[in-house]
Nanobody
């Protein structure tokens, strides 16, 4: 019953910055974590980052550590992904997803544990 809408994607040059947003509506009070995943052409969807909604604990994939920052804005029911020092390898469709139940930290990077998904937003990094 939770709705997620991504925005902020677009074309950016290598080394540049971009900020993605995930706006949630509906039963946000049931959300344990909101994460970002991405899928490049011809590749499987992969974990990027996640944040627990109530405590703001964050987790990142090794490939984006030090470059991306995930944050939450509870007043707007929104999660942001600040992307800095982007690389062509970051080109993908980015999806946000909500995990409804606490299944432990070891499950926060697992796509199948998330219950609701947004439609995705395209990020293209030019070489």
């Amino acid at each position: 019953q939770e709705q997620l809408v991504e925005s902020g994607g677009g074309l950016v040059q290598t080394g540049g910055s971009l900020r993605l947003s995930c706006a949630a509506s509906g039963r946000t009070f049931s959300t344990y974590a909101i994460g970002w995943f991405r899928q490049a052409p011809g590749k499987e969807r992969e974990f990027v980052a996640t944040i627990t909604w109530s405590t703001s604990r964050t987790f990142y994939a090794d490939s984006v550590k030090g470059r991306f920052t995930i944050s939450s804005d509870h007043a707007r029911n929104t999660v942001h992904l600040q992307m800095n020092s982007v690389k062509p390898e970051d080109t993908a469709v980015y999806y946000c997803a909500a995990q409804e139940f606490n299944r432990g930290d070891y499950m926060l990077s697992q796509m199948h544990t998330y219950d609701y998904w947004g439609q995705g937003t395209q990020v293209t990094v030019s070489s």
